[in-house]
């Protein structure tokens, strides 16, 4: 039932990637062995979506053991340090790329000698491409509870297969509900000014058979105020532990026009998205260069030498938030409690 | 102190107007002298803005009783009564087109012979210019009280000088406020899927010198939530009796954000926007072609073959709205009683 766009793979010691800037229009592979190109993929957008990269992370990491020439466990520990301090640049505010760069130095650290942290390194890169698409089919299939036939399904962004290396979060759920035979048709928002939203989600939903209408992100009230929304759902960049959400910028407004019209808001994300020690003013949202807003590929929208505010993500506060979807169960308001205890289960199974 | 970008003017009894589908890139003028060409120029909206339409209209039946071949009154008033046919169905929603041609209609209707009644309408056409001109630069004095030095405003599509003859409603509103003296400062959003933020906005605001940023519209709500926005003006496509407004898709959700973060939110309108007869049921919004939505130009950003809703206005509630400023004053609420009183204040004077 895996959705048959691989999104990032590990293939004959290299790192095969879609490349995400090419779409909606050309279906490009692009393979990289060097890290550093990974690095540049995730900057440039190649590869884009909070599970997503956290894997590249993981990959990038394999990469650079693959091709360290330490002799000694601390000269590879010190080449390994290098990578990540270049991979966690790329993308601050994402806490999945943390997690997977943090994992990984943490199974290095275990190794007993260099050959054998090299292959541990890359055995948990790629088994952590496995569990995302484990964990979520697992989400897919919680969250799909929630929705009801004949539901058109609001989201925002691209959390889809395109966001995580199968299947998707977000979109993971949708399709979930869909397998389990309820008709469900989806509005995407463009999401400017990457347009993840039509190059992305529009194009793997119709890949998939899933009914979907685009609409700019200025017709999200007029859609809801129509009655055309019976339910919204998106992924999360980083979720904080009093349910305080990072995402896609845009997110905020959506989930207050949910608020207004009484309509269901929720989050579709792993554990690996929760950053259970930052306080919500702490998190800092990258802004992302202004030729993104100023223009579209060659062509220009916006005269020269004006200001632009460009943030990649913003806040949406628990209080605008009916639940939010994990592959360990669905945390509802009050979340400081029901998040508390997805992490104390999971820590007990 | 007006604008020295002329939007659209009668010239040698031809209409030459700004091409603003060009813009930013190009400043080209365009003459027409059929009125076809400006019922086209007005879908196509090589002219848009509701004043700007509203004059255009009136200049298209300058055209068409300047060239008709009719030999009596009775003739004359069928060509005007279908090249009006041919106009108001160009741009449905924007009340003010109905005003100028209906206006024109009047006018014409009380001519004696086919020579002064030629005359009588094409002298009237002209006035309304002039006086769309007058209306803003009043109605910018009047709104500019409203606003405080170092204020930083946000404004949504194109509500200036390209929006209207010259001088704009909304953006005459700061214009006025500048030349005040205060110190103000303007945040533009892109207004997707045309642009007229980016394409308009942003240009005509930097021609003249005045501070300007560039957001896309998903960043309305960080930029509230970061404290960037003191107050909100946008123009308006129509105004009910109610204080029900409707303007560019978009502005629906910008109101409901200010509210949320208790930002005042203003209308710059004259009074031919209003519209005293409708219900907010009755207005037909018009859908725009999904072009629009799937691409930019010849680049495409969408796959083929999906569903596209593309409404080319929104309606804002009145209980959004801190006030709407009128050349005869400023409305506000409870909007039913004030905007009643601009009325009879009006045809007292």
């Known amino acids: 039932m895996v959705h048959s766009l691989k999104t990032i793979e590990w293939k004959d010691n290299k790192v095969v990637m879609i490349d995400q800037t ?20 995730i900057k440039t957008m190649v590869v884009r979506g909070a599970p997503a990269i956290g894997v590249s992370g993981a990959f990038g990491m394999a ?3 693959l091709h360290s020439n330490a002799q000694t466990k601390d000269d590879l520990i010190k080449d390994l340090e290098e990578a990540k301090k270049i991979l966690i640049e790329t993308r601050p505010t994402a806490i999945n790329l943390m997690w997977g760069l943090e994992k990984i130095m943490q199974v290095a ?6 050959s054998e942290t090299k292959q541990s390194v890359i055995d948990t890169a790629k088994k952590m491409a496995d569990e995302d698409v484990q964990t979520n089919m697992t989400m897919g299939k919680l969250g799909s509870e929630l929705f ?17 290396v199968a299947y998707g979060t977000a979109l993971g759920v949708i399709r979930a509900a869909k397998e389990s035979g309820k008709k469900v048709k989806v509005i995407a928002t463009e999401t400017r000014p990457v347009q993840q939203g039509s190059r992305l989600t529009a194009f793997e939903l119709k ?3 899933i009914d979907v209408s685009l609409i700019p992100d200025t017709a999200v009230g007029y859609s809801m105020a129509k009655g055309l929304v019976n339910k919204v759902i998106v992924g999360a960049d980083r979720i904080l532990r009093t ?9 905020y407004q959506i989930a207050t026009m949910a608020k207004q019209h009484g309509i269901p808001f929720f989050i579709a994300a792993p554990l690996s998205t929760f950053d259970m020690k930052s306080n919500p003013e702490d998190v800092v949202i990258e802004q992302r260069n202004a030729s993104e807003v100023t223009g579209i590929g060659d062509k220009k929208t916006a005269p020269d030498g004006i200001n632009v505010i460009n943030p990649a993500f913003d806040m949406t506060p628990p209080e605008l938030i009916s639940g939010i979807i994990t592959e360990k169960g669905i945390a ?12 104390e289960e999971n820590s007990n199974s």
């Open 243 to 251: 349910g305080h959400v990072f995402n896609k910028i845009g997110t």
């Open 109 to 114: 650290l275990k190794g007993s000698d260099v």
């Open 207 to 209: 890949h998939d058979g």
């Open 332 to 343: 509802k308001p009050p979340f400081e409690e029901s998040i508390k205890k997805l992490f």
């Open 22 to 41: 090419k779409l909606p229009n050309d279906l490009v592979f692009v393979e990289y062995d060097d890290y550093q190109d990974v690095a540049n993929a």
């Open 63 to 65: 990469l650079a053991v």
């Open 148 to 164: 009801d036939d004949n539901d058109t399904i609001m989201t925002h962004c691209n959390a889809g297969a395109l966001a995580t």
